[in-house]
C-alpha cells in the first residue's frame, strides 16, 4: 500500500487547486446563496470541469474516460472542500456513473457516461427515506406492470436532484424495510408522469431535493443489474462516495484550520498575539495531529479502492467515521477561537461550520459509522 500521490496526481491536485482558487472561491458560494441561484452550480465552471478530466478520472476509457483512479479524484474533492466549491461531481460522477458502472448494462452505459464524462448530462442518486442514513430502510415500492414496474415511494435529500437529467431510484420490489435483499435499482425520467422534484434550501447552500414517485411507470430496459439484487452494488458505490465525502471533509477542516491559526496570529489581545497563548496552541496542536490522522485514514480509503483491496468497505466506514467527528470537533474550535465574529456572516469560517456540518451526516455520521465498523468486525 502506498498513501503518496504519484506525480500525475500531484499535478491533477495542483490544477484543481489553481482552477478552484480563481473560478470557484468561498465568494462564489456566497453568490449562488444570496442570488438563490435557480441551478445552485455554475455551467460554465462545470465545463471547465468537465474539459480539465475530472468528469472522466473514474470511468474507463472503454466509455470515454480516463480511468485516472480515485486517489486523484479524492485529491479534487479535498480542494473542492478548501474552497466550498459547488460542483455536482459526488452526485453524478460517482454515484450516478459508478452505478452505471457496477451495475448497468451496456446499453445503459452508452446511453449515459458519454455524457457525464462530457459534463452535459447530470445523474442523482435518490436515497434516503428517514432523517438518518439506512440504506437498507428502503420503503418505497417496486411492483411488477406488465413487462416493467410501477415505483411509489419519497426520497429525502437527494443531492442535485433538481438539476439531474436522470434519477436512479433505490426501491423495493421484494422483502421488508431493513432487509437487504429485495432492493433494485431504477433509472427514472425526473419529468416523467407521476414524478415531483421539489428544491430543498440547505444550511450548506448546496443543492438538494425531495422526490415524490406516484405510480411512475417505467419499462425493463430501465432496471439496473437484476431486479431485487442491488444492494450489493449500491453498498460498493456508497463506500466510495463516503471516502470521497472524507476527502472533501478533510479539505474544509484543513482550510478551516489553517486560517483559524492565520487569525490567531493576527488578533490582538492584552497588546499580544492571541496565538501567543499557551491555552490556545495547544488546542491547535491537538487538532493538527488528529487532521494528521484523519488524513492517513482517507489516503489509505481512496488507495483500497484503487487496489480493489478486500477491507475497503472496514477503511470506508473508518475514513467517514474519523472525518466526521473531525469536522465537528475543528470546526467548532474554529469559530471558538475566532471568538463572536466567528458566528457572523462577515466572516467565511461559519460557511466551514456549515458545510462541515452537512458532509457530517451525508451517507452516515461517526455514529453510523462506527457502528457498521464494528458490525463488519463481527461485533
Known amino acids: ?84 466549491a459547488a460542483l455536482p461531481l459526488l452526485s453524478s460522477v460517482v454515484l450516478g456513473a459508478g452505478l452505471l458502472l457496477e451495475a448497468g448494462s451496456d446499453a445503459q452505459r452508452a446511453a449515459w457516461l458519454p455524457g457525464i464524462v462530457a459534463g452535459e448530462q447530470l445523474l442523482a442518486l435518490a436515497l434516503e427515506e428517514a432523517p438518518r442514513h439506512d440504506p437498507s430502510g428502503i420503503a418505497t415500492q417496486a411492483v411488477p406492470s406488465g413487462d416493467g414496474w410501477e415505483l411509489s415511494g419519497e426520497k429525502w435529500f437527494v443531492l442535485d436532484g433538481h438539476i439531474a437529467d436522470c434519477l436512479i431510484v433505490v426501491a423495493r420490489s421484494a422483502g421488508e424495510p431493513g432487509d437487504a435483499e429485495g432492493i433494485g435499482l431504477f433509472l427514472v425520467d425526473p419529468r416523467a408522469p407521476g414524478v415531483s422534484v421539489e428544491r430543498t434550501w440547505m444550511v450548506d447552500a448546496r443543492n438538494a431535493a425531495r422526490v415524490r414517485l406516484e405510480r411512475v411507470r417505467v419499462g425493463p430496459e430501465a432496471v439496473l443489474g437484476t431486479p431485487g439484487a442491488g444492494h450489493a452494488a449500491l453498498e460498493t458505490v456508497l463506500d466510495r462516495a463516503r471516502i470521497c465525502l472524507a476527502a472533501e471533509t478533510l479539505g474544509v477542516v484543513r482550510e478551516a484550520f489553517e486560517r483559524t491559526v492565520a487569525y490567531l496570529k ?89 458545510r462541515g456540518r452537512v458532509l457530517q451526516q451525508c451517507l452516515g455520521d461517526g455514529v453510523y459509522h462506527r457502528a457498521r465498523y464494528a458490525g463488519l468486525k463481527g461485533f
Not at 22 to 42: H, I, N, S, W
Not at 267 to 296: D, N, W
Not at 297 to 326: E, M, N, Q
Open 266 to 354: 493576527q488578533r490582538v489581545q492584552f497588546e499580544v498575539p492571541i496565538g501567543s497563548f499557551q491555552a490556545l496552541q495547544h488546542r491547535a496542536a491537538r487538532l493538527y495531529t488528529a487532521i494528521e490522522l484523519a488524513h492517513s485514514c482517507v489516503a489509505a480509503a481512496l488507495d483500497a479502492i484503487d487496489t480493489g483491496a478486500a477491507d475497503l468497505p472496514l477503511l470506508a466506514s473508518l475514513a467517514k467515521a474519523s472525518t466526521a467527528d473531525l469536522s465537528e470537533k475543528a470546526l467548532n474550535e474554529a469559530i471558538q477561537m475566532h471568538g463572536g465574529i466567528g458566528v457572523t456572516d462577515e466572516l467565511d469560517i461559519g460557511l466551514f461550520l456549515k
Open 1 to 84: 500500500m502506498t498513501m503518496l500521490l504519484n506525480e500525475e496526481q500531484r499535478l491533477l491536485r495542483d490544477s484543481a487547486q489553481g482552477l478552484l482558487a480563481a473560478r470557484a472561491p468561498v465568494a462564489a458560494l456566497r453568490r449562488l446563496r444570496d442570488t438563490r441561484d435557480p441551478l445552485g452550480y455554475d455551467p460554465a465552471l462545470w465545463g471547465e470541469v468537465a474539459a480539465m478530466g475530472w468528469t472522466a478520472a473514474v470511468v474507463p476509457e472503454a466509455w470515454g474516460g480516463l480511468d485516472f483512479g480515485y486517489k486523484g479524484l479524492g485529491a479534487v474533492f479535498e480542494q473542492a472542500g478548501r474552497t466550498l
